[in-house]
C-alpha cells in the first residue's frame, strides 16, 4: 500500500486514526459527511487525552470522489458493522484515476462481529481484516476520547482473503504507527470470534443492570456462543492476557461501550451483527440461542424507539439467567 490511506468513516476509530496518522506522516484522507465533516473540516480532530486535549487538522473529504482515489491506495473502512455493506456498496465502483474502481484497492475492516470481512469480498479481491480493541468513546461530531496512551489500542491483523495476504504487514505496520499494540494473526476469523464474546458486555449494559446483574448476564451470553461455536466446530482464538491501560481523562465518565455511545448520540446500534451474528450462525445451522435472541429482540426495539441507554430492564429470559449465574 504505497498510496493514501482512505477512512472512510469519523467516528471513534475513523477520526482517532486520521489524527494518528497524520502525526506520524501516514498520508491518510478522512471520508466524512454530516456534522462530523463540518466539524473537521472547520476544526480538525479533537482528541481528548489524559494528559490533556489536542487539536488535529487532517485532510477530510465528504466523498470517495472527493478524494480522488488511485491505484496504491487503500480503503480502511472505519463505518460500524450494521453500516458497513451500504458503505462499500457506496464507493466499490467509484472510478480511479487512470482506470479501474475503487473495488480494485485493498480493504482493511476494522468492525466488531464476523460479517465485515464477507461484506468486503463481494466486491474486492484484496480483503485484509483487523479485530480492534480500543477504550474510545465518541459522543460529539469531531471528538474522541483516547484514554489510553502511549498505546492508544490493540490490532489483531489477518487475511480475509487470499488476495488480501501481500497486504497483512503493511496494514499490522500502518496501524503500529498510529500507536496501536499491533500483531499478525493467522486465523482472523477465529480472532474475532474471540472478540465478540468479549463484545457482549455491549449489548447488555445499555439496559437497566447494576453491575452484578450485567456481568451475570454478559457470561450467560458468552457460554451460549461458545457452545454454539463448539458444536458448529468454529475454532475461538484463545484468550489475551494483559489489559490496555486507561487513564482518566478530565471532565469524561469511562467505562462505557460502543453500543452505550450509539444509544446515547440517537444513531443506529451494531447489535444485528454483534449478537446478531450469533442469531444468523444458529438459525443457519438448525439450531437456537435464545439468550442472543432475546436481547437482540429487546435491544432493536429499543433502538428504533429513540430509548435512552438504562431506561429499560433486561429482556426476562436474561435476566433469569443472571439471576441464576449471581445465586451460583
Known sequence: MSGRRLIVGAGALGALLAAQWRAAGVPAVLVARGAALEVIRERGVTVRRPHGDETVVVDVVGSVDAAEPAEGDSVVLAVKAQDAEQALASLAWRPLAGGGAVADLPV?????????????????????????????????????????????????????????????????????????????????????????????????????????????????????????????????????QGFLPVEDVPGHVPGRLSTWQSLERGTSVESDYLVGDIVLLARGSGRTVPLAEAIQHALGILAARGDRPGSVPLPAEIAHAARAGVAS
Open 108 to 240: 482493511v475492516t476494522l468492525q466488531n462481529g464476523l460479517s465485515a470481512e464477507a461484506v468486503a469480498s463481494r466486491r474486492s479481491a484484496a480483503v485484509v481484516g483487523v479485530s480492534v480493541g480500543i477504550a474510545a468513546s465518541h459522543l460529539r461530531p469531531g471528538e474522541v476520547v483516547s484514554p489510553s496512551w502511549p498505546t492508544i489500542g490493540v490490532a489483531r491483523v489477518g487475511a480475509g482473503t487470499d488476495a488480501g495476504e501481500p497486504f497483512i504487514e503493511a496494514a499490522r505496520e500502518d496501524l503500529a504507527r498510529a500507536g496501536f499494540a499491533a500483531s499478525v494473526v493467522d486465523d482472523i476469523a477465529a480472532t474475532k470470534r474471540r472478540k465478540l464474546l468479549a463484545n457482549l458486555r455491549n449489548v447488555v449494559e445499555v439496559f437497566d443492570v447494576d453491575a452484578a446483574e450485567r456481568d451475570a448476564a454478559t457470561d450467560a451470553l458468552r457460554r451460549e456462543a461458545e457452545a454454539l461455536f463448539a458444536r458448529l466446530d468454529l475454532a475461538v482464538a484463545p484468550a489475551e
